[in-house]
């Protein structure tokens, strides 16, 4: 049966802001679900064996590498045989937690992911990447083009040489600003910008489930 896969990536728990915009989206989701908390239970970083493995002949190859292919074989499973895909990816430290790269490095695989001759098997299925971040990234902020989250997972989650999904993006801003008080001025930005991630979380839901 196809589903949605909801992978979890933030270290915050039920605090994080992503999360909690993702459970907007979750609220309107009707269907069955697999979440993968990243968060709570990270995916081991990919070593060499795990690389090695995905070369090697099955009967060969070592224990470690045998281990290494089925967590990679459970991962690409679990990736390809949902329908959609909803990703909270916070920003930590201008780019992503490095559980969620720990995850993508285990999926990404030539032969079963990506680099087919037909392109990707997930091609253009849709997939939301929820991205909270303390401050504002937008043109014409201090921090505009420091953003190095949503560039890199469009490239690697949306591109057709890599997975090939349909990718839709909220990114609530200004998540600091009702906790720092140099930042206080901007908690009404932050306010606009959190409630209509929710709104369109639950649109997103909606759409995604309608074009399946």
Same mark, same amino acid.
């Given at each position: #049966?196809?589903y949605?896969?909801?992978?979890?990536?933030?270290?915050?728990?039920?605090?994080?802001?992503?999360?909690?915009?993702?459970?907007s989206?979750?609220d309107?989701?009707?269907?069955?679900?697999?979440?993968?908390?990243?968060?709570?239970a *990270?995916?081991?970083?990919?070593?060499?064996?795990?690389?090695?493995?995905?070369?090697?002949?099955?009967?060969a190859?070592?224990?470690e590498?045998a281990?290494?292919?089925?967590i990679?074989?459970? =991962?690409?499973g679990?990736?390809?045989?949902?329908?959609?895909?909803?990703?909270t990816?916070?920003?930590?430290?201008?780019? #992503?937690?490095? %559980?969620?790269?720990?995850?993508?490095?285990?999926?990404?695989?030539?032969?079963?992911?990506?680099?087919?001759?037909?392109g990707? *098997?997930?091609?253009?299925?849709?997939? =939301?990447v %929820?991205?909270?971040?303390g401050?504002?990234?937008? *043109?014409?902020?201090?921090?505009?083009?420091?953003?190095h989250?949503i560039?890199?997972?469009?490239?690697?989650?949306?591109?057709?040489?890599t997975?090939?999904?349909?990718?839709?993006?909220?990114? *609530?801003?200004?998540?600091?600003?009702?906790?720092v008080?140099?930042?206080?001025?901007?908690?009404?930005?932050?306010?606009?910008?959190?409630a209509?991630?929710?709104?369109?979380?639950?649109?997103l839901?909606?759409?995604?489930?309608?074009a399946l």
């Amino acid at each position: #049966m196809s589903y949605l896969l909801h992978i979890d990536s933030s270290s915050l728990g039920a605090d994080s802001v992503s999360r909690q915009v993702a459970q907007s989206f979750r609220d309107s989701w009707r269907g069955p679900v697999v979440h993968r908390d990243l968060g709570a239970a *990270p995916v081991p970083h990919l070593s060499a064996a795990g690389i090695a493995a995905r070369s090697a002949d099955q009967a060969a190859r070592t224990p470690e590498q045998a281990a290494a292919a089925a967590i990679q074989e459970e =991962l690409i499973g679990e990736f390809l045989g949902a329908s959609a895909y909803l990703f909270t990816v916070p920003m930590y430290n201008y780019s #992503m937690p490095s %559980v969620f790269k720990a995850w993508l490095d285990q999926v990404m695989t030539v032969g079963a992911t990506m680099a087919l001759p037909d392109g990707p *098997p997930a091609a253009g299925r849709p997939a =939301l990447v %929820v991205s909270a971040r303390g401050g504002g990234y937008g *043109p014409g902020t201090p921090n505009h083009g420091m953003d190095h989250v949503i560039p890199t997972l469009e490239t690697v989650l949306g591109h057709q040489q890599t997975l090939g999904l349909d990718v839709r993006v909220l990114t *609530p801003e200004l998540t600091l600003a009702p906790v720092v008080p140099a930042m206080s001025e901007l908690v009404p930005l932050h306010e606009a910008s959190l409630a209509d991630s929710h709104e369109q979380a639950r649109k997103l839901a909606e759409t995604f489930q309608a074009a399946l």
